[in-house]
């Protein structure tokens, strides 16, 4: 999942174009509020695994929020607007958040904790978590009683077949994709040839693979046994779609809602309205909540101008906050020394990892001595830095996160972590060798304040070791759309990633599997490796998560080391705020930010 735009776990999805985390980084900014110890517990908590929950933990309504009361309005500041509203396209944190408020699968995350920290994945649209008698290779689903899409109609297992067949159509291209290359057992993106058009010209996919035989039971057939499915259909992206209301392309700007709330009115780029959707029934639903009367959504707001404006905590901001802009790097350290903003703050590790893309379309970036020295000579100071230092940020060595099993805090390839700065000396004795100093490198960065401030320092940081660095503004809001087409201009650009759920298998397969390389896939930097691909197929059969952990640290080290394709920026962490009249404030730690679900004025 991406950040800034992904995230990981599978209720929500990461990846970060804009920023996101570190260890110990002190040469990264300002150390202000940084607590090592409390920041690993918080990472192994989430290295633990989520788990799948009966038929009484699906019952709704949800546990009531402490002291929690309907009513008001909460004003919501948004650095970016949403490009996708679609639940097949959804695949970033800021969708995914929002996400969390229109719509509903068969399986969700529940949280069992009222600090956010403890989870278990059970029947949302469905009567439990799913059920299996063969090790995870057919599961049955039954839907519940009572559950409507936000026109009154009933929700059935033709729209969860629909759901799911529309995902093979060529316009679905920005969500996950491992439903649909488990269905038909093959990986990269051969999963479409089993469905071309999807359910759009009357061809459906056969009772052997999807079987619906009545209104309220799905099963699903799998070739090879997987018994992660029902923390995949808790992903955003296999939320429920209306057969009846599918306006294919449409549908990504006026989705039907499922959830407790819906669309009121949306000006993208500008604004959004949600209101209650008076057919959601919380007596369904055992994750959300509906407190809030309206969600007045504005965008554009910068994490600067969103920190402050929470800062002053005057009129109708009083009932703000923001779902996903964190506190900006100039304001943190006012935010953690006030003992007065403590019960309006909350913080987390994130599962993201910040890296930069190497561009392997590009012919001169195929010379690994090229990329050794983009790997050397580029800073990570200024990343880190961009985003408040170690209270918000940490240095990372791999691709791996403190959050995932398996994560090796000792690698380090570059030297980052010693030299956070970079080493354009080692970089340019590369770049001579290799007869290409003055080289020039295209940085497509995101347009934002922290995006302008660190790509700046980043590209001096190259040009020291003899880079000649084009920076490329591209907007925010469309950032992951452009860096994910096959065909873009763009040499180096920084992303993020974070697990979909507390497995590398979420990582490695759809950011460095050369086979889902395509337009809107997340293989950004194009690698198409022979041994990553067998490897990822290899890993992907070992069923002792313990052994498969180790072996996707080894193939992480692999791609760093020796491929080269991207280069590690950092580990992420949140530190958000809120408004002093907002209610039931967490931070969560599979949404990777504050939970929207339980919020209400005071």
């Excluded at 347009?447 to 003899?466: D, I, R, V």
């Excluded at 950032?479 to 990633?497: C, E, P, R």
């Excluded at 580990?571 to 039931?584: E, F």
């Amino acid at each position: 999942m991406s950040r800034g735009g992904r995230h990981a776990y599978a209720a929500i999805s990461v990846l970060a174009a804009g920023a996101l985390v570190l260890t110990g980084c002190s040469k990264g900014g300002s150390d202000s509020g940084n607590d090592s110890k409390k920041d690993d517990s918080n990472a192994k908590r989430q290295q633990a695994s989520i788990e799948f929950g009966d038929a009484k933990d699906s019952t709704g309504p949800a546990a009531d929020v402490p002291g929690a009361k309907s009513g008001g309005t909460i004003e919501v500041l948004q650095r970016d607007s949403y490009a996708h509203l679609d639940p097949g396209q959804i695949y970033v944190s800021d969708e995914m958040s929002v996400s969390q408020l229109l719509h509903r699968g068969l399986t969700g995350y529940k949280a069992t904790s009222d600090d956010g920290s403890k989870h278990e994945v059970v029947g949302d649209l469905a009567t439990d978590s799913g059920t299996t008698t063969d090790g995870g290779k057919t599961w049955k689903y039954t839907l519940k009683d009572g559950i409507k899409f936000e026109d009154g109609s009933a929700i059935t297992s033709k729209d969860v077949r629909h759901s799911v067949e529309r995902l093979f159509a060529p316009f679905i291209n920005q969500g996950p994709t491992y439903l649909q290359q488990w269905i038909a057992d093959t990986q990269g993106t051969d999963y479409r040839k089993l469905l071309k058009d999807g359910p759009y010209k009357g061809k459906h996919l056969p009772d052997s693979i999807l079987e619906t035989p009545d209104d309220k039971t799905v099963v699903f057939h799998f070739k090879t046994a997987h018994p992660d499915l029902p923390y995949a259909l808790a992903m955003a992206g296999y939320a429920m779609v209306s057969e009846k209301g599918d306006t294919k392309t449409k549908y990504d700007r006026a989705p039907v809602a499922t959830g407790p709330y819906k669309i009121k009115s949306f000006k993208s780029g500008k604004s959004m309205v949600l209101v209650k959707n008076a057919d959601w029934d919380a007596k369904t639903d055992p994750i959300r909540h509906q407190y809030v009367d309206q969600f007045n959504i504005t965008f554009n707001q910068q994490y600067e101008t969103s920190t402050k404006t929470l800062l002053a905590d005057s009129g109708a901001d009083q009932a703000g906050i923001s779902f996903n802009n964190q506190v900006d790097a100039g304001n943190l350290s006012k935010v953690l020394s006030d003992p007065k903003m403590k019960s309006r703050t909350v913080s987390g590790y994130m599962p993201y990892v910040g890296q930069m893309n190497i561009n392997m379309s590009h012919p001169a970036l195929k010379d690994k001595k090229i990329r050794e020295a983009i790997a050397y000579a580029l800073p990570v100071t200024p990343f880190v830095r961009a985003y408040g230092g170690s209270a918000a940020m940490e240095v990372a060595g791999g691709l791996l996160s403190p959050t995932v099993s398996g994560y090796d805090a000792s690698f380090d390839p570059w030297g980052k972590k010693k030299k956070p700065a970079g080493d354009p000396v080692k970089a340019k004795k590369l770049l001579e060798e290799a007869g290409k100093v003055g080289m020039k490198l295209t940085f497509g960065y995101i347009n934002t304040p922290e995006g302008q401030q660190y790509s700046t320092a980043m590209a001096a940081g190259l040009e020291k070791a003899g880079f000649d660095v084009q920076r490329q503004e591209i907007p925010a809001e469309t950032f992951y759309d452009q860096v994910s087409k096959l065909d873009n201009k763009y040499d180096i650009f920084h992303t993020a990633w974070g697990a979909d759920w507390p497995s590398a298998s979420t990582v490695m397969p759809p950011l460095y599997d050369g086979r889902v390389i395509a337009d809107g896939a997340q293989n950004y930097s194009q690698i198409n490796d022979d041994r990553v691909n067998s490897e990822i197929d290899r890993i992907n059969k070992i069923t002792d998560p313990v052994k498969s952990a180790a072996e996707w640290e080894k193939l992480d080290q692999y791609i760093v080391k020796d491929l080269v394709n991207v280069v590690p920026t950092a580990y992420y962490k949140q530190i958000q705020i809120a408004g002093s009249k907002v209610g039931g404030l967490v931070y969560d730690d599979v949404i990777g930010s504050v939970d929207p679900r339980r919020l209400f004025v005071k």
